[in-house]
């Protein structure tokens, strides 16, 4: 609609020109001694007007030729870039099909475009490490350092990522212990820390991480809870060799991680083994009451102190609400035969078997019966003791 209106307005213009020019009878004289030179209006007109266009068309055309060599320039920028971006598209499509090989060249040919250069030399870092050439994919890396702060995160947390594949967890930990001071609420750099602080058993810091991840809400309950079990159990079997620091750590946590059965059963038998059976004896007792577990309630068979009695009155108390535990009946056997009551041992031991055999229970009775001069019974419950035990 423009154009059309344009060229309206330009047939106008012209007929009015001509119009004008074919009833003008005006002259012109221009005086320059010792010369004089006379013209038609109608003819200077076309001449001034002719003038001005040829000027114009003439200017056009230097200036043209001048910014050639530039436009050539930037058409040839143009097409490396173009070129460059082809080849990083290609590099992905090929990293993300697992063609390594075909990715590094694509990737490298990438690098030849600035504004590129970190990610192509990044995928072509990860396409070296997948082919097992760690040289080149060493170099990749340096040529990511680009000093460019989003590029060079990119750079750190790839190389933490590569080296936490090749099982290199000390030097990964450092790189994301660097990248956590300037990005300390990146989940994946949470994850990737978690992951080298297991692997080196370092649980304090496990627990920190998983605190961290717990603040962003980016881990689930469930495995939260199961992850930070495993780094209380690895920080009691650190601790189980000296008891102060053992009661220490036991003491300071919270009482809901302390009612945990796993825990409570490890810290008992840590305790027990370095002849703490009162510690053992209350840390079962709690969780107990808290939990009802068979795995609990054998080992608080073991746990007795100088005198079994009070224990005994307290298992007797479980056994109205657990008639036909067989764990429990086994504990208070053991029980029994620590103050010396065999009758009630044996009895409790026996009806354990008749509910549910275990190598354990035959050892106990094999060495009642030992105690109370039986010995051809004995014989008879270690060989059955030996059979269940494979």
């Not at 070296?128 to 750079?155: Q, S, V, W, Y």
Request: net charge positive; proline share 3%; charged share 25%.
């Amino acid at each position: 609609m423009r154009t059309a209106l344009w060229l309206v307005a330009l047939a106008t213009v012209a007929v009015a020109v001509a119009l004008l020019g074919l009833h003008s009878n005006g002259y012109v004289i221009i005086v320059l001694a010792p010369w004089r030179v006379e013209l038609s209006l109608n003819l200077l007109v076309l001449m001034v007007f002719g003038g001005y266009f040829a000027f114009y068309f003439l200017t056009r055309l230097i200036s043209t030729m001048l910014a050639i060599p530039a436009r050539v320039k930037a058409y040839r920028e143009a097409r490396a870039k173009d070129r460059s971006r082809q080849s990083l598209n290609d590099a992905l499509v090929a990293f993300f099909q697992g063609r390594y090989a075909t990715a590094e060249r694509a990737a490298s040919h990438a690098l030849a475009m600035d504004e590129s250069k970190g990610v192509a030399a990044i995928i072509a870092a990860k396409s070296a490490h997948e082919l097992g050439r760690f040289t080149e994919r060493e170099a990749f890396l340096e040529k990511a350092n680009t000093g460019r702060p989003e590029i060079d995160r990119m750079r750190l947390t790839t190389l933490a990522d590569l080296l936490l594949g090749q099982s290199k967890h000390e030097e990964a930990l450092a790189v994301l212990k660097e990248l956590a001071q300037k990005d300390a609420k990146n989940v994946r750099l949470l994850r990737m820390r978690l992951q080298a602080e297991q692997q080196l058993r370092r649980w304090d810091e496990v627990l920190a991480t998983l605190a961290a991840l717990g603040r962003l809400d980016a881990i689930g309950e469930a495995e939260r809870d199961a992850l930070a079990r495993a780094a209380h159990l690895g920080n009691l079997n650190r601790k189980a060799q000296d008891t102060p620091a053992l009661s220490a750590y036991w003491k300071q946590l919270p009482s809901d991680i302390r009612l945990d059965a796993t825990l409570a059963a490890a810290a008992a038998r840590y305790f027990l083994a370095a002849g703490g059976s009162e510690e053992a004896q209350s840390i079962l007792e709690q969780a107990l009451e808290h939990d009802w577990n068979p795995a609990l309630v054998a080992l608080y068979g073991e746990a007795h102190g100088t005198t079994a009695l009070p224990q005994i009155e307290r298992a007797e108390r479980w056994l109205r609400d657990h008639p036909r535990d067989p764990a429990l009946l086994l504990a208070l056997g053991k029980l029994c035969m620590k103050q010396g009551l065999w009758g009630k041992a044996q009895s409790c031991i026996e009806a354990s078997l008749a509910m549910e055999p275990s190598q354990d229970g035959h050892m106990t009775l094999a060495a009642l019966m030992e105690q109370i001069g039986k010995p051809n019974e004995a014989v008879r419950h270690f060989r059955r003791s030996a059979e269940l035990s494979g």
